[in-house]
């Protein structure tokens, strides 16, 4: 038991933060105050986001209450967005001017679309992420297909485009519509960074349904309706989406902690900052020193019970515990058909039971820890 009240404070309500907070009141019981900080009340579970898009899911399917949450726990949520760090003083500033100091912080913002990488996309495109932004992109394509039939672009020929082309083609039949759907990909052949047949499998169903796929087409600029290649190809659209990979939040490069190349800030194997101890995190905002760690929902349901019992331990002065990534993950993608592709390692197989059972995976993980 702690005699001393310490301060523990969470950025960001992401899904490694939701194992410590619905567990809160063990930190509770150690005399440790809780602060929660994050833009929004609500949380979005990714991998269903697509599946939002097309109405397979309610909005309320997929999302946590992170305040109330908190709340129901004892802790304290504030609505805010931190903005930088000063590690040597351990306080934290918030958009709105306010500081927060802490004895032990832990991140979980996420990651960001890099935007700023083609021309104009900050304002003629809808990033995939944050997920929020996908009920605007769904309401757009709507208002447009009442106008005619819309050229939607899906920029971006990874996972998150590919299934976003996917679940657009689903939201234009459920809706009795018609739109022309384009998926503009970088490189020749989809899923590149996965095994070669799910990127065969992912080409084979979405252009049996109509939708056309745009390879070697490196997206320079977004202006006037119309995308330009690094090359000069052009390709007319009325509603844009980008899909281009993330890349995480610049607070960590600005508040003068060590990153990665692309800002995530390195942790060590416990999920503890290398040159500031008292800062830890989890998901998309880090890069684990020495290892390849993937942007994927697996690493993130993993880290979550090692970081919440470090965050524990740090608090009490105990040892902490490692966090050892497994090599081989599994991925399922909704094609919007109800199909999916199911893929670890080198085993890839498609159809709607491997949809089922990412459905089954997904809304089990939802209800875990979803307050009612």
């Known amino acids: 038991m702690i005699n001393s009240t310490k301060r523990l404070v969470f950025v960001g309500g992401g899904h490694v933060h939701l194992y410590s907070l619905k567990f809160a009141e063990k930190f509770i019981e150690q005399n440790i105050d809780i602060t929660v900080i994050s833009p929004d009340r609500f949380h979005y579970y990714s991998g269903m986001g697509p599946g939002m898009l097309s109405r397979i899911y309610e909005p309320e399917q997929l999302r946590f209450d992170v305040q109330k949450t908190v709340g129901s726990k004892g802790g304290r949520f504030l609505k805010g967005k931190v903005t930088s760090i000063d590690a040597e003083n351990k306080t934290v500033f918030l958009d709105g001017g306010e500081k927060i100091d802490y004895d032990v912080v832990s991140f979980n913002v996420g990651s960001r679309v890099p935007l700023h990488l083609i021309e104009g996309a900050n304002d003629n495109a809808f990033p995939v992420k944050p997920i929020e932004a996908l009920e605007r992109l769904r309401n757009t394509v709507l208002e447009e297909m009442e106008k005619g039939i819309p050229r939607v672009l899906v920029v971006g020929g990874g996972p998150a485009g590919v299934e976003l082309a996917g679940n657009l083609w689903r939201l234009v039949r459920e809706n009795q519509g018609k739109a022309e759907i384009i998926l503009l990909?970088?490189?020749?052949?989809?899923?590149?960074?996965?095994?070669?047949?799910?990127?065969?499998?992912?080409?084979?169903?979405?252009?049996?349904?109509?939708?056309?796929?745009?390879?070697?087409?490196?997206?320079?600029?977004?202006?006037?309706?119309?995308?330009?290649?690094?090359?000069?190809?052009?390709?007319?659209?009325?509603?844009?989406?980008?899909?281009?990979?993330?890349?995480?939040?610049?607070?960590?490069?600005?508040?003068?902690?060590?990153?990665?190349?692309?800002?995530?800030?390195?942790?060590?194997?416990?999920?503890?900052?290398?040159?500031?101890?008292?800062?830890?995190?989890?998901?998309?905002?880090?890069?684990?020193?020495?290892?390849?760690?993937?942007?994927?929902?697996?690493?993130?349901?993993?880290?979550?019970?090692?970081?919440?019992?470090?965050?524990?331990?740090?608090?009490?002065?105990?040892?902490?515990?490692?966090?050892?990534?497994?090599?081989?993950?599994?991925?399922?993608?909704?094609?919007?058909?109800?199909?999916?592709?199911?893929?670890?390692?080198?085993?890839?197989?498609?159809?709607?039971?491997?949809?089922?059972?990412?459905?089954?995976?997904?809304?089990?993980?939802?209800?875990?820890?979803?307050?009612?």
């Open 185 to 372: 990909n970088s490189q020749e052949k989809l899923l590149p960074n996965i095994t070669p047949k799910a990127g065969r499998l992912a080409e084979q169903s979405l252009s049996k349904r109509g939708i056309r796929i745009v390879p070697n087409f490196y997206a320079a600029s977004l202006n006037n309706g119309l995308a330009r290649s690094r090359s000069g190809e052009e390709i007319a659209f009325d509603v844009a989406v980008m899909a281009i990979g993330t890349e995480a939040p610049d607070i960590f490069q600005k508040s003068g902690l060590k990153t990665a190349k692309d800002g995530a800030f390195f942790v060590n194997d416990y999920l503890q900052s290398i040159d500031s101890p008292e800062i830890f995190g989890g998901g998309d905002c880090i890069a684990v020193e020495g290892k390849k760690v993937d942007r994927v929902g697996v690493y993130a349901v993993r880290e979550a019970p090692i970081l919440f019992q470090n965050l524990q331990n740090s608090l009490q002065g105990k040892p902490l515990e490692r966090f050892e990534p497994q090599e081989k993950y599994l991925l399922i993608f909704n094609m919007g058909d109800g199909s999916g592709i199911f893929v670890r390692g080198s085993f890839v197989w498609q159809g709607k039971l491997a949809f089922t059972f990412k459905n089954y995976l997904d809304t089990s993980f939802v209800s875990r820890f979803k307050i009612v």
